[in-house]
């Protein structure tokens, strides 16, 4: 069936600590991309990364498509940085251009 | 660009009243959808529209209809609010076939 699984479901860190999140995903998932919600509510796009490795500042991802995972990285994690982390892939399986989302890991971040 | 805009942010129903969620896109995207997120949840996909006058159903279609007839807007209605319809609605667009979706900034739906 179609699946993405993330792990872990919750991380509380202090801030300047790095963390590593994954998301897995089935066969019938590509195309990943990865999204904060920040504590308003509002969904951030942080990567689209069907495969490789992207980096934007603080933050990185890889996707191994081959081996059906993909890992998000933050260094030095500051307080804004708390919220939830979805990974969410394309299903490519039953015609539907919609995502299918992880249930996301949800990151403290302590001062 | 505004990107995806959704009004209203959020909104209160009684149970069987009917009421429409509105978004809009300024991208000249093709793809647009519709999902839900209830608590401690990912986004759960409504439906969707590959272009004006076209729509399918997604994952959890019940109790809610769209229409597309232009690119910019695809409204999403819900003829007789149930409680469990209670959620958060995103709406979505989609730059290119298996592309990078953006997302808008949500509307709080609450059924009493």
């Known amino acids: 069936g179609i699946q993405v699984e993330q792990s872990p479901p919750d991380l509380i860190l202090q801030e300047g600590a790095n963390s590593t999140l994954r998301c897995n995903f089935s066969d019938s998932v590509n195309n990943l991309q990865w999204f904060h919600q920040n504590p308003w509510g509002q969904l951030i796009n942080l990567f689209y990364?069907?495969?490789g490795t992207k980096q934007n500042g603080r933050l990185s991802a890889t996707t191994v498509a081959t081996e059906r995972y993909s890992l998000l990285y933050i260094s030095s994690s500051q307080t804004t940085d708390s919220g939830v982390y979805f990974c969410a892939g394309l299903y490519s399986g039953g015609g539907a251009d919609g995502l299918t989302f992880g249930k996301g890991t949800h990151l403290i971040i302590q001062p | 660009n505004a990107g995806v805009t959704q009004t209203p942010k959020f909104q209160v129903l009684k149970t069987g009243q009917s009421m429409t969620l509105q978004c809009a896109q300024d991208m000249n995207h093709e793809y647009m959808s519709w999902y839900r997120q209830d608590p401690g949840m990912g986004l759960r996909l409504i439906h969707y529209s590959v272009g004006a006058g076209i729509t399918d159903q997604g994952e959890v279609p019940n109790g809610y209809n769209v229409s597309r007839s232009t690119t910019e807007d695809f409204p999403l209605r819900l003829l007789s609010a149930a409680p469990s319809q209670t959620s958060v609605y995103f709406c979505?667009?989609?730059?290119?076939?298996?592309?990078?979706?953006?997302f808008g900034p949500g509307t709080r739906l609450t059924v009493l």
């Open positions: 990364i069907p495969s």
């Open positions: 979505a667009s989609l730059k290119g076939v298996g592309g990078e979706q953006f």
